[in-house]
């Protein structure tokens, strides 16, 4: 019993922040902005058709979508949802809009042509069971696209990673030392079908995996 409301305190705590913090989260932001806006640039270049966009936020990334895209856009947060459903408006492109955990979308098999998160895997409770639910809503050849900050392979900062993660997790609900390319081969996707870029250090990087 206590080891079930412990797993569910974990699993709201993202929740909880990022409800809370909705309104600032743009600000908090800021000072990253333009870089942060490069790489979803970047990434989201190669979306194309029917898109899952996962943990959509405040819509941060809603500018940045090739002409011909129609984008869903989901989120765990209703407060965060309601900043990106300002954000929406004037979007043709933007087709709906649903608070959802990725844990457990509410699609069926082969949905999407494209599914895209940037900077959601350090804060969902079971990344394993999301990549899971991806790799089944995503269409057979279609392609999933990441922007993630993941624990670092150096040996002496994935170390620190370690340590400082019970605090960044306490105060934003944030896991620091993700290890999201070994989370996605646990979820079942095979090497062959990812590819890693790193765009910052070995802390942030894009990943590109093809749904075979
Ligand atoms: C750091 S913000 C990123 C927002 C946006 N993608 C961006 O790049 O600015 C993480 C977002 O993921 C959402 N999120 C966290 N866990 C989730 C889950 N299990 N299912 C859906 N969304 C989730 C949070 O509510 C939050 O809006």
Same mark, same amino acid.
């Given at each position: 019993?206590?080891?079930?409301?412990?797993?569910?305190?974990?699993?709201?705590?993202?929740?909880? %922040?990022?409800?809370?913090?909705?309104?600032? %989260?743009?600000?908090?932001?800021?000072?990253? @902005?333009?870089?942060?806006?490069?790489?979803?640039?970047?990434?989201?270049?190669?979306?194309?058709?029917?898109?899952?966009?996962?943990?959509?936020?405040?819509?941060?990334? $809603?500018?940045?979508?090739?002409?011909?895209?129609?984008?869903?856009?989901? @989120?765990?947060?209703?407060?965060?949802?309601?900043?990106?459903?300002?954000?929406?408006?004037?979007?043709?492109?933007?087709?709906? $809009?649903?608070?959802?955990? !990725?844990?457990?979308?509410?699609?069926?098999?082969?949905?999407? @042509?494209?599914?895209?998160?940037? +900077? !959601?895997? +350090?804060?969902?409770?079971?990344?394993?069971?999301?990549?899971? #639910? =991806?790799?089944?809503?995503? /269409?057979? /050849?279609?392609?999933?696209?990441?922007?993630?900050?993941?624990?670092?392979?150096? /040996?002496? $900062?994935?170390?620190?990673?370690?340590?400082?993660?019970?605090?960044?997790?306490?105060?934003?609900?944030?896991? =620091?030392?993700?290890?999201?390319?070994?989370? $996605?081969?646990?979820?079942?996707? #095979?090497?062959?079908? =990812?590819?890693?870029?790193? !765009?910052?250090?070995?802390?942030?990087?894009?990943?590109?995996? /093809?749904?075979?």
């Amino acid at each position: 019993m206590i080891g079930v409301n412990f797993c569910n305190v974990r699993m709201n705590k993202s929740k909880e %922040y990022y409800n809370r913090n909705a309104a600032l %989260y743009d600000k908090i932001l800021a000072p990253v @902005d333009g870089t942060l806006s490069k790489w979803r640039k970047e990434l989201l270049k190669d979306a194309k058709g029917k898109t899952l966009e996962i943990g959509i936020g405040t819509g941060k990334s $809603l500018d940045h979508y090739p002409q011909g895209v129609s984008v869903t856009g989901i @989120d765990s947060s209703e407060n965060m949802l309601k900043y990106a459903r300002r954000r929406a408006n004037g979007h043709t492109h933007i087709d709906q $809009l649903l608070k959802m955990d !990725v844990e457990v979308l509410n699609f069926p098999d082969d949905t999407f @042509d494209t599914v895209v998160a940037t +900077c !959601v895997f +350090c804060s969902v409770h079971d990344p394993i069971k999301a990549f899971k #639910e =991806i790799k089944r809503v995503c /269409k057979s /050849k279609g392609s999933i696209l990441l922007l993630e900050h993941v624990r670092s392979e150096r /040996k002496v $900062l994935g170390k620190i990673m370690d340590i400082l993660n019970p605090i960044s997790y306490t105060l934003y609900g944030d896991n =620091i030392n993700r290890n999201t390319y070994e989370n $996605l081969i646990q979820a079942g996707f #095979e090497s062959s079908q =990812i590819e890693t870029v790193k !765009v910052w250090s070995d802390v942030w990087k894009i990943f590109r995996i /093809k749904n075979n």
